[in-house]
């Protein structure tokens, strides 16, 4: 395993990140893994040299904290993890049961300290940016939770660069911690964070760590799983020729290699400047070792133009932009443009 520090901080964590979305009660969704399923997949990352483990209240509604952590306990130290939660998405139907309000954020650390059964995280995030709160209560009650001694650093994910811009001015200006971690999504079919936001992220010295590198299951080219079937933000932020294309080159790449897609996709992940750490959320440990192999791939000019040539700019994956997206293919006319249009 490979160790490298989250951006300017001190903290060191592995390049590989236990991704645990799929953890947690199938109740929640299909796809989930339960505690005993989960438990040998934990197990493989932690002896192949993980000490980065990503989780969310979010996920199956605090059932995965309690699922992951009641792992962790048996089998792994606790000073010799990085344990990260986040907050914001609604954990019920109450209106102050969601966001980063004050009162919310105490009320989820608190939650989600209790299902994990302890002390601290090492670094807690905003699972987004909230609109509705001003941004010196967000930080304010953040900075507080530092002095608490209930969280250690702090995180950031999913936002545009300039609201992370925001974020780190308030800080400054009140003198409280600045987030060390940007959690975003990148993969071979969504490359618009390396527009602005992880330049940005290396100029300002916070580390950057990357989720779905597989863009939701898309890159392995396995489009009949259960994921794939049931999770409706894959046909939402990957449904489009473009990406069908771009996962059709990297089958090419993998073949060529004689490895597995996912292997070649989070290569490709892995060797982008300024990414520190990918999350990995396997289903087994066969795919965990795809991102270990990954690790130790370097892939040619050939292979790397391969995999990008397909590859054209997009509407931004936010909570807030999403539902406006324009999927990369030819829109048809409208009006008067569509006669024309037909009579040429």
């Known amino acids: 395993m490979q160790y490298v520090r989250m951006g300017n901080a001190g903290l060191k964590v592995s390049r590989l990140c236990l991704g645990t979305m799929n953890m947690g009660s199938k109740s929640w969704k299909p796809w989930i893994f339960d505690?005993?399923?989960?438990?040998?997949?934990?197990?493989?990352?932690?002896?192949?040299?993980?000490?980065?483990?990503?989780?969310?209240?979010?996920?199956?509604?605090?059932?995965?904290?309690?699922?992951?952590?009641?792992?962790?306990?048996?089998?792994?130290?606790?000073?010799?993890?990085?344990?990260?939660?986040?907050?914001?998405?609604?954990?019920?139907?109450?209106?102050?049961?969601?966001?980063?309000?004050?009162k919310h954020i105490f009320?989820?650390?608190?939650?989600?300290?209790?299902?994990?059964?302890?002390?601290?995280?090492?670094?807690?995030?905003?699972?987004?940016?909230?609109?509705?709160?001003?941004?010196?209560?967000?930080?304010?009650a953040l900075n507080d939770l530092v002095k608490m001694g209930k969280a250690r650093y702090l995180g950031v994910s999913t936002m545009t660069t300039g609201q992370l811009a925001n974020i780190l001015m308030v800080c400054d200006r009140n003198g409280w911690p600045r987030p060390i971690n940007m959690q975003l999504q990148l993969n071979c079919a969504y490359r618009e964070e390396q527009r602005e936001m992880i330049p940005f992220c290396q100029d300002q010295g916070i580390g950057v760590s990357v989720f779905s590198p597989l863009a939701r299951g898309i890159l392995t080219n396995d489009l009949k799983s259960t994921r794939n079937q049931t999770d409706f933000f894959t046909a939402d932020m990957y449904n489009d020729q473009t990406s069908f294309d771009i996962a059709q080159s990297v089958a090419r790449v993998a073949h060529h290699r004689g490895v597995v897609p996912a292997q070649i996709a989070q290569a490709w992940v892995l060797r982008q400047p300024g990414v520190a750490s990918m999350l990995v959320g396997a289903d087994n440990v066969a795919q965990f070792d795809s991102a270990l192999a990954a690790l130790d791939t370097q892939l040619d000019e050939d292979e790397v133009h391969e995999l990008e040539r397909n590859y054209t700019p997009c509407g931004p994956i936010t909570d807030y932009a999403l539902a406006d997206r324009i999927p990369r293919t030819a829109r048809p006319a409208k009006g008067v443009f569509t006669q024309e249009q037909q009579a040429s």
């Not at 059932?63 to 306990?73: F, K, M, P, T, Y």
């Not at 993890?81 to 969601?98: E, F, H, P, Q, W």
């Open 107 to 140: 009320d989820a650390m608190d939650a989600s300290l209790q299902r994990m059964g302890m002390d601290y995280v090492d670094i807690y995030m905003l699972h987004f940016f909230d609109l509705e709160t001003p941004i010196e209560e967000t930080m304010g």
């Open 35 to 102: 505690e005993r399923e989960s438990a040998p997949i934990i197990q493989h990352a932690l002896d192949n040299g993980v000490n980065f483990v990503d989780l969310a209240d979010f996920y199956s509604t605090g059932v995965g904290e309690a699922v992951v952590c009641n792992v962790l306990r048996k089998i792994a130290r606790r000073d010799e993890l990085v344990i990260t939660t986040k907050c914001g998405y609604a954990m019920s139907d109450d209106v102050n049961a969601r966001g980063h309000s004050r």
